[in-house]
């Protein structure tokens, strides 16, 4: 399942993450900036490792599932959601989702078509709540959520913000806005 979405008059390719994506991602890393590392994995980490390049792209497309965008045979973007667990250790119906857009990329929409398609994976799944962690000073990120998911739910947890999406609102929104040809 792969699609196509156009920015700036290129065309980009949305697919499934697959595990021979790991020199991609290394790639992409070294294409962002610090301060995109930074608001990503919270750590001004140099490189990847190769054990945490492979659990990044090595999904089971059920409880951990990655789409990423291509402009050509690069990564540009990526957009991830990793099932959480219960205190008792079975399954949750909550998601953990991040998001990262290469710095050339960023403020085209990209990140937000990811969301999109992530979400709806995730609900048909049987998530019901994405998850995710954002730093105060990552104002794209924090804008981004609120556009995507207006029924966001927002508190500050000692360092970061912890958001809580509930996908069906989420995706009912869109399908009604894309009906009325407005903007999502």
């Given amino acids: 399942m792969s699609t196509a979405m156009c920015v700036d008059g290129t065309t980009l390719v949305v697919r499934p993450i697959e595990i021979a994506d790991t020199e991609r991602l290394e790639r992409m890393f070294g294409r962002l900036s610090r301060e995109s590392v930074y608001f990503r994995f919270f750590s001004p980490i140099r490189e990847l490792s190769p054990t945490t390049l492979q659990r990044l792209a090595g999904v089971d497309h059920s409880r951990r599932d990655a789409l990423v965008a291509l402009d050509g045979d690069e990564i540009v973007a990526v957009a991830r959601y990793d099932a ?6 079975t399954a949750a119906r909550n998601a953990e989702i991040a998001l990262t857009v290469e710095d050339a990329w960023q403020h ?12 709806a994976l995730a609900a048909e799944r049987g998530f019901d709540t994405f998850v995710a962690r954002i730093l105060p000073g990552n104002r794209a990120a924090l804008g981004l ?9 927002m508190r500050f947890t000692g360092g ?3 958001a809580r999406v ?3 609102s989420t995706i009912r929104r869109v399908r009604t806005n894309e009906a009325l040809g407005a903007p999502h």
């Avoid at 085209?108 to 979400?119: C, D, N, Q, S, V």
């Fill in 84 to 89: 959480g667990s219960d205190v008792d250790g």
């Fill in 108 to 119: 085209h929409g990209i990140g937000r078509r990811l969301a999109r398609e992530l979400t």
């Fill in 145 to 153: 959520i609120r556009k995507v998911a207006p029924n966001v739910t």
């Fill in 160 to 162: 970061d913000y912890e």
């Fill in 166 to 168: 509930p996908l069906v």
